[in-house]
């Protein structure tokens, strides 16, 4: 992979990292600070609801941060762009699409696929 390449993708990865931390820590911020008293029960359940529901966002974007953190731990020891599965590099037009990714096309495919079959 070109140099640049890689820098435009890290410079990427830290942005993506960045943002999900911002937004986890304003759910968290938002969270302690909302004391809100519901006389109707549906209103609260509403409420629960939509909570639960931002928490699950969160709970994935933890794991997303997971993965950006080793991606970056990739870079650093000039793993990243290769596939975990085949050894070829990955696709630029696939990183630049999800910096995050371990496979190539072809063993994503492949993956998915026995998955697919799996759940048959």
């Known amino acids: 992979m070109k140099k640049k390449d890689l820098k435009l993708l ?3 990865l830290k942005a993506w990292k960045e943002e999900l931390i911002h937004e986890a820590t304003r759910t968290v911020d938002g969270m ?6 519901f006389a109707d029960p549906t209103d609260r359940a509403s409420m629960e609801t ?3 529901f931002l928490l699950r966002i969160r709970d994935r ?3 997303l ?3 950006i ?3 970056l731990e990739r870079v650093e020891d000039g793993t990243f762009g290769l596939c975990d599965e085949c050894g070829e590099d990955i696709e630029f037009k696939r990183l630049d699409a999800r910096p995050v990714a371990t496979l190539c ?3 994503k495919t492949h993956q998915e696929q026995e998955e697919k ?3 048959s």
């Open 69 to 71: 953190d080793k991606a």
């Open 65 to 67: 941060i997971t993965k």
């Open 32 to 37: 302690t600070a909302e004391k809100a008293q």
């Open 61 to 63: 974007e933890r794991k």
């Open 10 to 12: 890290t410079k990427k």
């Open 105 to 107: 096309i072809e063993c």
């Open 50 to 52: 939509d909570r639960n």
């Open 117 to 119: 079959i799996q759940k």
